[in-house]
């Protein structure tokens, strides 16, 4: 009973705090309302009070096959979406919604999850948050969790306050017949204050969220399922001095409680957040943990150097991320530079990373990457690129049977030495036959050529590995006063693995026309390919695509589109079939404001709801 009477006062003291922080807001908010020019106000009432815009859109799909292929979605499908915005007085209040018939397949539990609503308003540097909301502070703190609950930010000047409180995760039973675990209802809140002017920035984040353990009824068979509680604090800031040189970082720590019913234990915690009373309590499940990053930039005439450094502790964990990366360390390094009198770009970036920093685990995995990136223009007729990436790990496993037989350390044992590289290229010309000026008839040719390359090594013998290439070479033409514009292509790619090769090649065709006063787009596309299987020819495809697209009165837009694909085999394992799709779809574009209106709508907002 006293227990509970304890979680009860830490949770009232809880809901005291955010009270208190969303009275200082209002007033605070108050404050900076009515301190503004009373003349501009009123000229602002002068206006239309109420103003609506928005679009709206119906789609439906129809799919069918003809052949030895099983239908691989639905018939017959229809979606229905849309995006509103209501401004009063110069709040906006948009909104967005999005229905289909796939919802009724929705059998996953909790149901409740595919229904979410949220509205965002804001005025000028005012945004509140009510429902369903995304709000971010960092990657190690609270980074876009979705929360069911209110907030505000505000952004006067050279300040910045953000705070919310909410539900982050909602109580589901556990139901061991469709393997769904328990989860515990999860309540959150969180605050971040900081300053921003010209070349400075400094923020302060606060994050704390905490399970209810009496949210689930029935007994928990899971016993690895328990109630938590989660307290993370984080500070960045950033400085550019000399207008070239700029340093940034970031640390945070987080208390990470797995069982909230366990004994408390002060001893162990760091002071601060031994200190903090009422917001955490340590207890014996209790983990702490850091995480920080660093990093300088240099800024020359015409040529940039940086270097970054980032470490997180394993079992580094927040409550306001959905999937968190810990246990490593890394180190990067970036250049770039601009040559002969700045018609080519040259980038440079090389990194190291590794993981095990606590040297507990069975194995040690250390990372290289590199990349090298160039774009060249010698002439308004040329441009040339290419990029050029190396990823390498190396992974040392140590068996129990090494780690407990093992004689001398030095000497580990090369069966267990894994090392996977990865590489990647690319390249791309594109020339500009005739007249640069020429704007009329504009014609193009561009090659691009790709590949990637995998390889496995063990015990110093290549076992696996893959390689793929691929190249296209295209013509356009584009004539402006016709509203045309053609293009024809050869495509071709290679895959060759250590047991088979598998090769495609084949050209493509494809036009763009707009008519009657460019209402009216027409599209169509034909590609043939041939599909080569160990040198031998194993199948044909042809695919043929027809897109038609009205626009009325600026407002009405209608669609039409039908793709169909047919695939003949000579393989008697493989399958012969043909498969369309037709979209048949309507939207409709309004707004009550005028242009000048318009132009000064510059945020859309976050108001959104799920299906």
Request: overall charge positive.
């Amino acid at each position: 009973m006293t227990k509970e009477l304890n979680e009860l006062n830490v949770l009232n003291k809880q809901k005291s705090m955010m009270k208190i922080l969303l009275i200082i807001a209002s007033i605070f908010i108050t404050a900076n309302v009515l301190g503004q020019d009373v003349e501009h106000m009123l000229d602002r009432f002068k206006k239309k009070p109420l103003k609506f815009s928005g679009d709206i859109s119906a789609n439906q799909v129809i799919y069918g096959t003809m052949g030895d292929l099983d239908m691989r979605r639905q018939p017959f499908t229809w979606y229905l979406m849309g995006n509103f915005n209501v401004a009063l007085y110069g709040w906006n209040f948009p909104f967005s919604f999005s229905l289909s018939d796939q919802q009724s397949d929705y059998t996953t539990p909790p149901l409740q999850d595919f229904s979410r609503y949220g509205v965002t308003p804001y005025y000028k540097w005012i945004k509140l948050y009510a429902g369903y909301s995304n709000i971010s502070f960092s990657p190690y703190t609270f980074n876009g969790y979705s929360m069911l609950g209110g907030g505000f930010e505000l952004t006067p000047g050279i300040f910045n306050i953000t705070a919310f409180y909410g539900r982050l995760n909602h109580a589901v039973e556990e139901d061991t017949a469709i393997q769904q675990e328990a989860v515990y209802k999860r309540m959150g809140y969180g605050f971040k204050t900081g300053i921003k002017k010209d070349a400075l920035y400094c923020d302060f984040m606060f994050f704390k969220a905490a399970d209810d353990s009496n949210s689930i009824r029935q007994p928990i068979i899971n016993t690895e399922t328990t109630p938590g509680e989660n307290l993370v604090l984080g500070l960045k800031a950033g400085y550019t001095f000399l207008k070239s040189i700029k340093i940034d970082g970031e640390f945070s720590r987080t208390a990470y409680t797995r069982d909230i019913r366990s004994a408390e234990q002060t001893d162990r915690a760091p002071a601060v957040f031994a200190n903090i009373k009422g917001l955490f309590t340590p207890r014996v499940s209790s983990q702490y943990y850091s995480a920080y990053k660093a990093g300088l930039n240099y800024l020359g005439n015409g040529y940039g150097l940086g270097f970054g450094f980032e470490h997180i502790d394993p079992g580094y964990q927040t409550m306001g991320a959905y999937y968190f990366n810990n246990d490593l360390e890394n180190f990067t390094i970036n250049a770039n530079t601009s040559l002969f009198k700045q018609k080519m770009q040259l980038a440079v970036n090389f990194g190291l990373e590794r993981n095990n920093l606590a040297q507990d685990k069975a194995a040690t995995m250390k990372k290289t990457v590199g990349a090298v990136n160039v774009n060249y223009v010698p002439s308004p007729k040329w441009n040339l690129a290419f990029s050029y990436s190396n990823f390498s790990s190396f992974t040392n496993i140590r068996s129990n049977f090494e780690v407990l037989n093992q004689v001398d350390p030095l000497k580990p044992l090369d069966t267990l030495n894994y090392t996977q590289l990865t590489q990647s290229a690319t390249a791309n010309i594109s020339y500009i036959i005739g007249s640069v000026d020429n704007k009329d008839n504009k014609q193009f040719l561009n090659l691009n050529l790709s590949s990637q390359l995998a390889a496995n090594e063990q015990a110093g013998n290549p076992n696996s590995g893959s390689a793929f290439y691929n190249g296209i070479l295209s013509y356009t033409i584009s004539m402006a006063p016709r509203d045309l514009s053609l293009s024809a292509a050869i495509n071709g790619n290679y895959t060759e693995m250590p047991n088979a090769n598998n090769s495609m090649v084949g050209p493509v065709i494809s036009m763009n026309k707009l008519l009657y006063k460019k209402t009216l787009r027409l599209t169509g596309s034909l590609a043939w390919n041939q599909v080569f299987q160990n040198s031998q020819v194993s199948a044909t495809i042809l695919n043929a695509r027809i897109l038609a697209s009205y626009l009325f009165r600026k407002k009405h837009n209608f669609n039409m589109g039908l793709v169909g694909l047919q695939k003949a085999t000579k393989l008697p394992e493989s399958l012969s079939f043909f498969e369309y799709t037709a979209t048949i779809g309507y939207s409709f574009s309004f707004a009550t404001s005028d242009e000048k209106d318009k132009k000064n709508v510059v945020e859309t907002g976050d108001v959104s709801s799920e299906m």
